[in-house]
């Protein structure tokens, strides 16, 4: 059997990581300021989170959702207290893609409505709803286009109102910092009006914060820079540190019942003792702090770079706009200088997700490669 190629791969192999060095089959040593998509947030084998999961796979690995798993419950309770977010209802799955779908599936339930509105430049994942919320036809397939999603420009509260007062839309689903898309973001005066404009018309108001959650950006959430409240909040990436877990932060408003939604796998004691033991390092290491210095850093350090447009996003959540094409350069950071980085929609644009452990002599090592590569494109 041959592998379904959907995948265009770098030459590459890895077998072995710590904190954010990766090791080829060789033993070459690479840089990871990527974190597998935003995934790694605690380092690669940490050693908290490598005896966190041992220790439960040789007790429980895994038991269904039929049964009582007192991990759910602890987790719930310190999502709770290190997010802030009071009184939520958590909701565990498996994937990005799985929170948005349980996201925009409850807030159909909870509504009675079945359109939604999504901004264009969104990304949201690959099953059927959520991709036909995310703005790239490419992937939607005929078979999800029988959902109903309008797209509006990130910014664009009138085009917001427009949809929402026709009365037929469950829910405005947003990432506060869009990932895949390049980094954009609006302002406080945007979102506390979509937050409005939701309660105004009975819409959820669903933050995608798959990518930026977690305490990516310095704050554990991407929205609570700008003072709005959701009413559902999805989770992935970040939260199991590369073990497969998801979730949605459910408003104390929407009331559940038996049934409502479910999953075999969702939650499982693995899972949760993965994601317990990442909110244990990320507070024990103060990484969110971490992730505000680094980031301040990230800035300083690309000040009069050659050809750099812009640096957009927030915390470690971070993109270098140039004015050309990135792609050889960020081939040369892999093979050359042995650098993983991110691509993004934008073409010109490299996309920073490391682990929050990152140190300044990790950012010292990229900007000395970039600075090589822009003076060898200027014939220098
Ligand atoms: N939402 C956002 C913002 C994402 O960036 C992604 C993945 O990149 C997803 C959802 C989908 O997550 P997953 O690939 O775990 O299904």
């Not at 990432?175 to 819409?203: P, R």
């Not at 609570?224 to 970040?238: L, N």
């Not at 939604?261 to 390092?281: E, I, P, R, Y």
């Amino acid at each position: 059997m041959s592998l379904f190629n959907v995948y265009p791969l770098f030459d590459i192999t890895p077998v072995r990581a710590k904190d954010l060095s990766v090791y080829d089959d060789k033993g070459v040593e690479y840089l990871d300021l990527y974190g597998g998509h935003a995934v790694i947030s605690i380092g690669h084998s940490h050693p908290e989170y490598v005896s966190a999961v041992s220790n439960q796979i040789e007790n429980l690995g895994f038991y269904s959702n039929a049964i009582q798993n007192p991990l759910q419950v602890a987790l719930a309770r310190e999502l709770e207290r290190i997010s802030g977010c009071k009184d939520y209802q958590l909701f565990l799955c498996n994937s990005g893609a799985e929170a948005n779908e349980n996201a925009l599936k409850l807030a159909s339930f909870h509504t009675g409505k079945k359109k939604v509105l999504a901004f264009k430049n969104s990304f949201h994942g690959r099953t059927s709803a959520a991709v036909a919320t995310t703005d790239d036809l490419k992937i939607v397939a005929p078979l999800n286009a029988q959902h109903e999603v309008d797209f509006v420009n990130l910014g664009n509260l009138q085009g917001v109102e427009y949809i929402l007062k026709k009365g037929e839309t469950c829910a405005v689903i947003i990432e506060c910092i869009q990932g895949v898309g390049g980094l954009d973001e609006s302002t406080t005066e945007f979102y506390q009006g979509l937050e409005k404009l939701c309660k105004t018309y009975n819409v959820m108001l669903i933050a995608d914060e798959v990518q930026s959650g977690y305490g990516r950006t310095g704050d554990f959430f991407a929205f609570q820079k700008y003072g709005w409240t959701p009413d559902i909040i999805s989770i992935a990436k970040g939260m199991g540190n590369g073990f497969p877990v998801g979730g949605i932060l459910i408003h104390p408003d929407i009331k559940a019942s038996f049934g409502l939604l479910g999953t075999t796998f969702g939650g499982n004691h693995l899972a949760c003792a993965a994601s317990l033991a990442v909110l244990k390092v990320l507070e024990s290491e103060n990484l969110m702090k971490n992730a505000d210095d680094m980031s301040a850093y990230f800035i300083e350090k690309s000040q009069n770079l050659p050809h750099l447009k812009s640096i957009k996003g927030r915390g470690l959540m971070l993109g270098l706009e140039f004015d050309f094409p990135v792609a050889d350069l960020r081939k040369k950071l892999i093979y050359t200088h042995k650098i993983f980085t991110g691509s993004a929609k934008n073409p010109n644009l490299i996309r920073i997700l490391p682990s929050l452990t990152i140190k300044k002599h990790h950012i010292d090592l990229f900007f000395d490669a970039l600075k090589q590569e822009l003076l060898l494109m200027n014939g220098m």
